[in-house]
Each structure stands twice: as structure tokens, then as C-alpha cells.
Nanobody, 124 residues
Framework: QLQLVESGGGSVQPGGSLRLSCTASGFTLDYYIIAWFRQAPGKEREGVSCISSSDGSTYYADSVKGRFTISSDNAKNTVYLQMNSLKPEDTAVYYC?????????????????WGQGTQVTVSS
């Protein structure tokens, strides 16, 4: 069974850090494009960051550039999202998603597999 499982969410104060993990089971991430999306209450799901596991290319939304870093560990079949300098507007459910091929990394309809999501809350 093909599955993505996120972990690492939680509550943190503004300026704090969290590291999210996305681990795949039932398939290997080597030739997949893995993205992190987030969805806040009442808002559309938006792309946060993306990595190509084959060549390491990375992409970021403007809102998180310089604060978030995406990385992959193919030996562990896991993709990470290091989130620093967190802001209240980063509060959302964060999802990881996988696809073999995409045209627009920020388009959620292009992804074939999704995790169940992990909650990130940034509040003082």
C-alpha cells in the first residue's frame, strides 16, 4: 500500500522552529517530486516547497523563502521541511504530496499521493 506519513507538527511561539518529516512506505521517493502544502482554516491549500528527489532541485513559495528549507534523505525514504522564524501566519495543516511528473509544482491537482497532514500552530 502506497502511503505518505507526516510528523513533527506542534505548537510553537513566533520566531520558533519546527522540523516536519514525510516518510513514504510502499514506494521509494528516488524518482518522485515531493512537495509540502499547507491549508489554513477558510483558505485554499497552497504550495510551500518542493524537492525533486532525483536531482535535488528545490522550490519555495515567496512567503517562506529564507525561513524554510526542504531536504531529502533517500536512504530513509523521507523528506524534511525545516521551518525557522515561524510566524502566526504559518499556522496551518501541513501536507506532503508526491508525483512522478509535474508542470507546476504549486498545483495540488498534479500530485498523486498525499499524507494525512500535521498541524502547525504558531502563537504566543
Amino acid at each position: 500500500q502506497l502511503q505518505l506519513v507526516e510528523s513533527g507538527g506542534g505548537s510553537v511561539q513566533p520566531g520558533g522552529s519546527l522540523r516536519l518529516s514525510c516518510t513514504a512506505s510502499g514506494f521509494t521517493l528516488d524518482y518522485y517530486i515531493i512537495a509540502w502544502f499547507r491549508q489554513a482554516p477558510g483558505k485554499e491549500r497552497e504550495g510551500v516547497s518542493c524537492i525533486s528527489s532525483s536531482d535535488g532541485s528545490t522550490y519555495y513559495a515567496d512567503s517562506v523563502k529564507g525561513r524554510f528549507t526542504i531536504s531529502s534523505d533517500n536512504a530513509k525514504n523521507t523528506v524534511y521541511l525545516q521551518m525557522n522564524s515561524l510566524k502566526p501566519e504559518d499556522t496551518a495543516v501541513y501536507y506532503c504530496a508526491a508525483a512522478h511528473f509535474i508542470l507546476n509544482w504549486g498545483d495540488s491537482y498534479e500530485y498523486d499521493y498525499w499524507g494525512q497532514g500535521t498541524q502547525v500552530t504558531v502563537s504566543s
